[in-house]
Nanobody
Framework: QVRLVESGGGMVQAGGSLRLSCAAY????????MGWYRQAPGKERELVAK???????NYLDSVKGRFTVSGDGYMRTFYLQMNSLKPEDTAVYYC?????????????????WGQGTQVTVSE
């Protein structure tokens, strides 16, 4: 069974940095894209950054220049480097991946989510 496991959240002061990691486990044919979402209390989940197997990436406007998404060469682990953190970045961060698996002999793409990791930025 495919699963995503996150690590790296925590508490940091404004201006500090954190690095989130997300590792994919299971029998995987291919990962087409990996992304990071966040959800703050009382707000909807939003896309923070996305990274595709072709090497393209896109970012939420408010994190551009501060956050960087990257992946290992095998597209099995990916990262979110967060610099110059602000209190408004406080949220639960979730990794997400579009994963192609082999199901009953056929390729099938599924949308997988990590368990979420808390990031708290204090003043």
């Amino acid at each position: 069974q495919v699963r995503l496991v996150e690590s790296g959240g925590g508490m940091v002061q404004a201006g500090g940095s954190l690095r989130l990691s997300c590792a994919a486990y299971g029998i995987i044919v291919r990962i087409n894209s990996m992304g990071w979402y966040r959800q703050a209390p009382g707000k909807e989940r939003e896309l923070v950054a996305k990274y595709t197997s072709a090497g393209a990436s896109n970012y939420l406007d408010s994190v551009k220049g501060r956050f960087t998404v990257s992946g290992d060469g095998y597209m099995r682990t990916f990262y979110l480097q967060m610099n110059s953190l602000k209190p408004e970045d406080t949220a639960v961060y979730y990794c997400n991946a579009e994963i192609v698996q082999k199901v009953n002999g056929a390729h099938r793409q599924t949308d997988e989510w990590g368990q979420g990791t808390q990031v708290t930025v204090s003043e």
